[in-house]
């Protein structure tokens, strides 16, 4: 069965630090991965995707993520984090043999200054 | 930019009651969908519809219904309120299927069933 794991419910991380949140993924074909941010108060938005090719994706606001077979992962980054980060973030699977994404139940990032 | 609309940030309703829950968008997306988004089960997808009286169940449409008589308006429908419906729904569109468009998505509405 399809599924993502994001196995951090809640991270919290100091202004200008390193960020990586973690996201594992069960599919049974080349999957197509996402990042969605959402804000307080407002819809996701889209950050970044992997679809094929270079294994390592650049997205908005500075976020990359890196997908890794071998592990089943797709887990994004940022090298210094702003107070703007704070805001809950999804990470998504789908397929061609679905084009519905599956989201996983998301972590919510708070940033101390 | 795309804006998805959705027509109230906050309801409070009684167990039994019809809901409407209104969705507009003004880019002329052929598919739109609606999540509900509950706290440790992340989003889930409710009904989806990729063209006008067109809709397709998603992973939970129990207790649910929707209409799409307009392009750009996606309407959720619950039929009986019941308080197990108490939850943050989402409306999204997107040009074209989600893998190969980015998913616009409304502020939310907060539904409360009492």
């Known amino acids: 069965a399809q599924s993502v794991t994001q196995p951090d419910i809640h991270i919290t991380v100091s202004e200008g630090a390193s960020l990586e949140l973690r996201c594992n993924y069960s599919?049974?074909?080349?999957?197509?991965l996402f990042w969605y941010v959402q804000s307080p108060g407002q819809g996701l938005q889209l950050l970044l995707k992997?679809?094929?090719?270079?294994?390592l994706v650049q997205g908005i606001k500075g976020f990359e993520a890196e997908f890794k077979r071998s592990q089943s992962s797709f887990n994004l980054r940022k090298p210094s984090v702003h107070w703007s980060d704070a805001a809950e973030y999804f990470c998504?699977?789908?397929?061609?043999?679905?084009?519905?994404?599956?989201f996983g139940t998301g972590t919510r990032l708070q940033v101390f200054p | 930019d795309v804006k998805v609309t959705q027509s109230s940030r906050y309801l409070v309703k009684r167990t039994g009651e019809k809901v409407f829950l209104e969705c507009v968008q003004d880019?002329?997306?052929?598919?739109m969908f609606w999540y509900r988004q509950d706290p440790g089960l992340g989003l889930r997808l409710i009904y989806f519809?990729?063209?006008?009286?067109?809709?397709e169940k998603g992973d939970i449409p129990e207790g649910y219904s929707v209409s799409r008589e307009k392009k750009e308006r996606f309407s959720l429908i619950l039929e009986s309120a019941s308080t197990n419906q108490t939850s943050m729904y989402l409306c999204?569109?997107?040009?074209?299927?989600?893998?190969?468009?980015?998913?616009?998505f409304g502020n939310g509405t907060r539904l409360t069933v009492t």
């Open positions: 999204a569109s997107s040009f074209a299927a989600p893998l190969n468009s980015p998913l616009h």
């Open positions: 599919y049974g074909a080349t999957p197509y």
């Open positions: 992997y679809f094929s090719g270079d294994t």
């Open positions: 998504a699977v789908g397929g061609v043999n679905t084009d519905k994404l599956i």
């Open positions: 880019m002329d997306h052929e598919n």
């Open positions: 519809s990729y063209d006008v009286k067109m809709k």
